[in-house]
């Protein structure tokens, strides 16, 4: 029934109010025999509070001003990595859906227009259970979309949102994630599977734990032939402060000094393999390169 449903909205065009201001598929590149797409979920709008908050403000204005970045007000991109190879049409992350933002939630939009249909997905990867990137697994109607696909979340993940007690432990500006997560993570028990830091969790895609931005936060590294890429989430959640000042505490972070170590050990990896990198909240698409630069690093987006 919810199947019928879809592909009528589908067909009249409304199964999304989110008008996306770019292009649905953002970015690409080629992986050995496997492409990396990223398509729009749409944006996020969020007060400049939510991340500069506990940074030092004095230094802080520079920096903003040197990425024309407004301290009050945040609208990072939502980019949702797509890896398709022979075998696999894998999806990390499912984006906010209809109830969190308006202006996100525009996933099965941008999967139309890279000419998939959510019934193509044969995986779906979860980085961590934050709204916007866990709350699109429910449609309009409450209906799971995704019904071929197997369910993969780290487990730390999983058993930190499971947890009654979460709701009351994370404080009150995060108390409707826990209520949201748990809701939709009900819809997936019966069919979700687990994994640990290290491991592959399907041919050519390793997990990397990248605690910090919520405890249980996990990376992918995905290799096809002499080439990798690496799937960030929000372990770098931006290209201005945590790449000039990777070490400074974030407000979006749920233990900021644990996602600045993650940071830290990240950079250094990526710089010592050259990896490619996709990021959840970076702009332009979210694919790119870092490079040093004489403080911190620097995002080299691909579409740039
Ligand atoms: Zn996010």
């Known amino acids: 029934m919810n199947f019928d449903r879809r592909a ?16 649905p598929v953002l970015a690409e590149t080629r992986l050995g025999s496997g492409t990396l797409t990223t398509v729009s979920d749409g944006s996020l709008v969020l007060p400049g509070s939510f991340v500069f908050e506990p940074m030092p403000q004095d230094k802080l204005a520079p920096v903003l001003g040197e990425f024309g970045v407004a301290p009050d007000r945040l609208e990072p991109e939502c980019n949702l990595a797509l890896y398709r190879d022979e075998e696999l049409t894998v999806l990390f992350d499912v984006g906010s859906g209809p109830d969190f ?3 996100a939630g525009a996933v099965l939009e941008s999967l139309d227009a890279a000419g998939l249909s959510p019934d193509d997905i044969t995986h779906v990867v979860f980085t961590h259970a934050h709204p916007d990137h866990i709350w699109g697994l429910l449609d309009e109607f409450d209906d799971p979309l995704f019904l ?3 369910y993969l979340m780290g487990r730390a993940e999983w058993d930190y949102w499971w947890n009654p007690e979460t709701v009351d432990t994370i404080g009150d500006a995060r108390a409707a994630f826990a209520v949201g997560a748990k809701r939709r993570m009900e819809m997936i028990e019966d069919s979700v599977e687990f994994f640990n830091d290290g491991q592959e969790i399907l041919p050519g895609i390793a997990a990397i734990g990248t605690h ?38 974030s407000g979006s972070d749920q233990d900021g000094a644990r996602a600045a170590d993650t940071r830290k050990t990240l950079f250094d990896r990526i710089i010592a393999d050259q990896m490619q990198i996709v990021g959840f909240h970076l702009p332009q698409g979210g694919i790119g390169r870092v490079d040093r630069a004489t403080e911190g690093y620097v995002f080299v987006p691909d579409a740039g």
């Open 212 to 249: 910090g931005h919520t405890p249980g936060h996990m990376s992918f590294e995905i290799r096809n032939g002499s080439q990798s890429a690496l799937i960030l989430g929000d372990a770098i959640g931006n290209h201005h402060v945590a790449f000039r000042k990777p070490e400074w505490i």
């Open 8 to 23: 009528f909205l589908t067909r009249c065009g409304a199964f999304s109010a989110v008008t996306l201001t770019g292009s």
């Open 101 to 103: 933002m308006p202006t």
């Open 148 to 150: 071929n696909a197997t």
